[in-house]
């Protein structure tokens, strides 16, 4: 591909993963599929610009309304991602072309008044401004400003500056087949390099994304793909060999496989969910993990028959619930531009029905672990503050007493609950309560 079909490319898509309601990443890799003709390298190309648009989305509006781009009204659509992907070169360092796209049928060429846009964009030092307000700074939607200043206070700007980057790659050393140090001699091998993660005693973090598909460690099921912060949630839950244990939202099982390990394949874990088709996504998860203890099971929802039927009979019942994803934003940086106060408050709802649901669950002396990967109050503290109230008969086990236990090392958070910020812990953004049924 021309640099020129790259951006025109980059465009389309920007333009695709606004109008689709699916995430970023399954937007993009429906469009390359209907696309075969564009290889490895050009899908590279165009998704570098494409992601780092996304994460640059505030401040590149911020830009052009400044400079007053005559699409500033309307940044919609792909007018409005084309005049992003020409800001963001801008800023890029490189130069305005007026013959960007000759010899090419294209829509996309820049007119005379965007490349003076971009000239004048092209001569700033940083992309960020003194007059930029902190939404704008921190690339997030001014309606969460007074949410999570209450959260971060004076380290607002820091904590979404680190949520503005791209997240490593974690993964998980899967317990069943390797020691840690083995997984990563096994990675070594085929030239992979990776540290441990300062935290989860089970985690590798690699110095650079490879296409797992193509390494043998994770064919054989000696790694998984699990963020650090998903890890120590995983673990905190504390399951072990024989107990009865509900992977409550399960999905397609990325705790469900810690769990399984952590029990060493011994005793009962039941995966269970409402969406079928995620469900059934764990089978090869589970198939190359070597795990043969897990029940799948799809329920269909809150007054799901086999909820009675199991009442008070696990051990260890982990629910980690449908939420904002806010913890996320380093992943999925589109995520946070199409979420709304509505989908907040309806997820708080959604939240509260399934803890109760799930609480079910728990055996006497037996525990409840609620987990999300959100960063607001409302669907962590308050959504556990407000279960305790409903449920006097369940009393919260400060996670440094927990740590002490599971993990051993010093614990990096005051507890009593399980906060983890991409800044302070380099995780995801992630929460847990870990509860015991008196
Ligand atoms: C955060 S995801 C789970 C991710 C998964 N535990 C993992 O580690 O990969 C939340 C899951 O909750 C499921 N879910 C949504 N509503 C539910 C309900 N009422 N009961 C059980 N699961 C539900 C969703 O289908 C989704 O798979």
């Not at 993963?17 to 937007?27: F, G, L």
């Not at 830009?63 to 020409?86: I, K, T």
């Not at 973090?205 to 099921?221: E, F, I, K, S």
């Not at 009393?395 to 990096?412: D, M, S």
């Amino acid at each position: 591909m021309t640099p020129a079909a790259r951006l025109q490319a980059a465009i389309e898509l920007l333009a695709e993963i606004e109008k689709s309601a699916r995430p970023a990443d399954s937007a993009a890799s429906a469009y390359f599929r209907d696309r075969r003709y564009i290889g490895a390298k050009d899908r590279r190309a165009v998704a570098e610009v494409v992601w780092r648009v996304l994460r640059r989305k505030a401040r590149l509006d911020w830009w052009l309304a400044f400079m007053e781009h005559p699409d500033r009204d309307n940044l919609s659509g792909q007018w409005g991602a084309r005049a992003r992907v020409f800001a963001d070169m801008a800023f890029e360092g490189i130069a305005p072309e007026p013959d960007l796209f000759k010899g090419q049928h294209s829509p996309y060429r820049p007119e005379p008044h965007e490349l003076r846009v971009m000239e004048m964009l092209a001569e700033q030092k940083s992309m960020f401004h003194r007059d930029m307000p902190p939404h704008v700074r921190g690339e997030y939607p001014e309606w969460l400003t007074p949410r999570l200043t209450a959260l971060f206070g004076d380290k607002l700007i820091d904590e979404m500056g680190a949520m503005r980057d791209e997240a490593p790659l974690d993964l998980r050393v899967n317990a069943l087949k390797a020691t840690r140090d083995e997984a990563a001699r096994a990675l070594a091998k085929e030239d992979i390099k990776s540290v441990p993660t300062p935290h989860s005693p089970l985690g590798l973090r690699l110095a650079r994304r490879v296409p797992l598909v193509q390494v043998q460690a994770w064919r054989d099921g000696l790694v998984e793909v699990q963020d650090e912060g998903s890890q120590l949630v995983a673990l905190l839950t504390d399951a072990q060999p024989g107990m009865a244990v509900v992977d409550y939202c399960a999905g397609a099982g990325g705790k469900t496989l810690c769990l399984a390990a952590a029990m060493a394949n011994k005793g009962r874990l039941v995966a269970c969910d409402v969406a079928e088709w995620r469900v059934d996504r764990a089978g090869d998860r589970l198939r190359r993990a070597g795990v043969h203890n897990v029940t799948k099971r799809v329920i269909g929802g809150e007054s799901d028959k086999w909820i009675k039927r199991a009442a008070a009979s696990f051990d260890r019942v982990l629910v980690d619930a449908p939420c904002t994803g806010t913890g996320t934003w380093r992943r999925n940086p589109d995520a946070k531009w199409q979420l709304g106060e509505k989908d907040l408050l309806e997820l708080v709802e959604r939240q509260k029905l399934i803890l109760d649901s799930a609480a079910r669950l728990t055996k006497k002396g037996g525990r409840l672990v609620y987990a999300t990967c959100s960063l607001l109050a409302e669907e962590n503290e308050a959504q556990i503050g407000d279960f305790l109230i409903r449920h006097p008969d369940y009393r919260v086990i400060p996670v440094p007493e927990l740590w002490a236990a599971v993990i051993g090392t010093p614990c990096p958070v005051p507890g009593p609950y399980l906060r983890l910020s991409p800044l302070a812990h380099g995780t995801d953004g992630f929460f847990g309560a870990f509860l015991e049924h008196a």
